[in-house]
């Protein structure tokens, strides 16, 4: 018995890199997973739902279980449509890890108002959103 054995948890971000990892090592102990990732690039551009869909998929090879999701945790609508899909495919949630994320490769002076405006709707926005 793992150490997550029962509980849900919602890892944003899980596409890739930490948040990928994060909701692969739960899965290990035992959590159900909603992995949560938009599936765009590093710097916000683009929605591919086969990402948050590959580490299900990854997950499930594993014998656990989890859902994918492709919502952007900066939208209100679209965070009360994960918390929507989390209720019906689970009934609770136990954990939320805020990890999603947009890198803005340059430097604050270079930074155009709508690359401010994304990472910190991202970052601060999304992670208000879930919690």
Excluded: Q
């Excluded at 596409?15 to 590093?42: K, M, P, Q, T, W």
């Excluded at 499930?60 to 609508?77: D, I």
């Amino acid at each position: 018995m793992g150490l997550l054995e029962g509980k849900v948890a919602l890892v944003t971000g899980a596409g890739r890199g930490i948040g990928r990892a994060v909701a692969l090592a739960f899965a290990r102990e035992g959590a159900s997973l909603v992995v949560n990732d938009l599936g765009c690039e590093r710097d916000g551009s683009g929605r591919d739902p086969s990402v948050a869909r590959a580490v299900a998929d990854e997950i499930a090879a594993l014998g656990g279980r989890a859902v994918p999701s492709a919502h952007s945790v900066a939208e209100r609508s679209e965070v009360e449509e994960l918390f929507a899909l989390i209720g019906s495919e689970f009934g609770r949630l136990d954990v939320l890890v805020n990890n999603a994320g947009i890198i803005a490769d340059k430097s604050v002076l270079d930074l155009s108002d709508d690359n401010w405006r994304s990472v910190l709707e991202t970052h601060l926005t999304g992670t208000f959103f879930c919690t």
